[in-house]
């Protein structure tokens, strides 16, 4: 982030524009929303800039900016379609102590204007450093049509009333409130008028007073293989409620950005082989926050019933007699074989799919090898990338084929996927060069769809 975006106070304060064509007028158009004192420096303004002046909007000085004239500015725009012109001006008020933006030149500028939805109090502003402007403007038709014109009228309505709902306590009960009030009952009365909104915000004061508290209860949510958007809608609402989120290693930086800003994140991520927050440090926290009332989010890689060790939590919190229920998720293996287009199961090739880990408590898993080495099973095994060897010689010992293909699939679904065509000669071999330090899943019998002949290959995926 280049660009730290700010709301600056401008009421009362001083803003210096040089400039009286388009850009300027543009720029003035935005500020003429704030309570700002406006000077506009020019010896040559547009019409509207006069009127402007007459009407007491701003003040009109009609000559070219000169030492001294941006003193006490905050803001100092430099719109005078010359870059010469505005090389000058904006020296001056770099000089004065002012904030410098030259229109269309981000190199020199040291502010921005980004787009704005106005719906005043709520103002959103979108940047994109200057990288994508027609993206920002995408972003401002999305959000403008998504959001209601009323929405500023129904904040500033809120606004008088933030005191009333003290009576709530702080925290969820307070959160609901106000989220019925913006997205339900605010909506619904303003509909009537302005008028309707105060007596509607009293009844459901009243409404939620009368509500008991919530209990704790616990989400035990699968956030899928890493792609923010394969995560289900009820996964995301969890998310957007939750007061508290409990969350593996395996869990992406893009899918922790979708929680409620004020939850607390506790994160007990599990390495493989290294160290990690023992499962009773981690039923204890879940029974903590449950039990004090917090609407807590468990989050688990994929599918949360796929070696997510979920029983052991289920029985804790069961125990402590706190409510919970399961969200499903796309475990591993199922975003892994959509990237090499195969199917899990395919008629006249397997009837049955086994998905088997690579590492048990104990060390090595065992598995039925007699039935997986016959011709055309397939296996999608997880944790499978320390015990490739093992494998390895446990199928070959028991007859399976050695030209049987492999497939392992790191980072599936995201960014940074990789997949690696092998046969089960040489899968350790393989694995070790390709150097797979991402989560990675091995698919016994599958190659992928459009896999050149048996030399092993390895496709970094590529984004356009
Ligand atoms: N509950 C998870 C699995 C947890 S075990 C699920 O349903 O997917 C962790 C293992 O899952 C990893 O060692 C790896 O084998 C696999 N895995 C998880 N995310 C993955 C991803 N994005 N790509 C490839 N394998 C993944």
Known sequence: MDHFPIFVATSGRRIVLSGGGDAALAKLRLLLKTKANISVFTPKPASEIVQWAATGKLTLIKRAMEPGDAMCAVLFYAADEDSVEDARTSAIANADGALVNVVDNLADSQFITPAIVDRDPVTIAIGTE???????????????????????????????????????????????FWRDYYFNAGPKAIADGVDAVRPALDDLLNAHLARDAREGHIAFVGAGPGDPELLTLKARRALDEADVVIYDRLISKEILELARREA???????????????????????????????????????????????DEELDAVTAAGIGWHIVPGI??????????????????????????????????????????????????????????????????????????????????????????????????????????????????????????????TLITREFA
């Open 130 to 176: 200057g990288a994508a402007p027609v993206l920002a403007r995408a972003i401002k038709a999305d959000l403008e049509e998504r959001l209601p014109a009323t929405l500023g009228t129904l904040a500033r309505i809120g606004k008088t009333f933030r005191k009333m709902s003290y009576s709530l306590p702080f925290g969820r009960a307070r959160r609901d």
């Open 264 to 310: 607390i994140m506790l994160d007990v991520g599990k390495e493989g082989f290294g160290p990690s927050t023992s499962q009773d440090t981690i039923n204890d926290l879940l029974v903590e926050h449950g039990a004090s009332g917090a609407q807590v989010v468990r989050l688990k890689s994929g599918d949360a019933t796929v070696f997510g060790r979920l």
């Open 331 to 456: 475990t591993a293996a199922s975003a892994a074989v959509a990237s090499i287009g195969q199917s899990l199961t395919k008629r006249g090739r397997n009837a049955s799919v086994r998905f088997l880990t690579g590492h048990d408590m104990q060390g090595f898993a065992d598995h039925d090898w007699a039935a997986l080495a016959a011709p055309n099973e397939v296996a999608a095994i997880y944790m499978g990338k320390k015990s490739a060897r093992f494998v390895q010689g446990r199928l070959i010992m028991h007859g399976a084929d050695q030209n049987t293909p492999i497939t392992v699939i790191e980072n599936a679904s995201r960014p940074n996927q990789r997949v690696l065509s092998t046969t089960l000669a040489h899968l350790p071999t393989d694995l070790a060069d390709a150097n797979m330090t991402g989560p990675a899943l091995t698919f016994y019998g599958l190659a992928p769809r459009d896999a050149s002949e048996a030399a092993a």
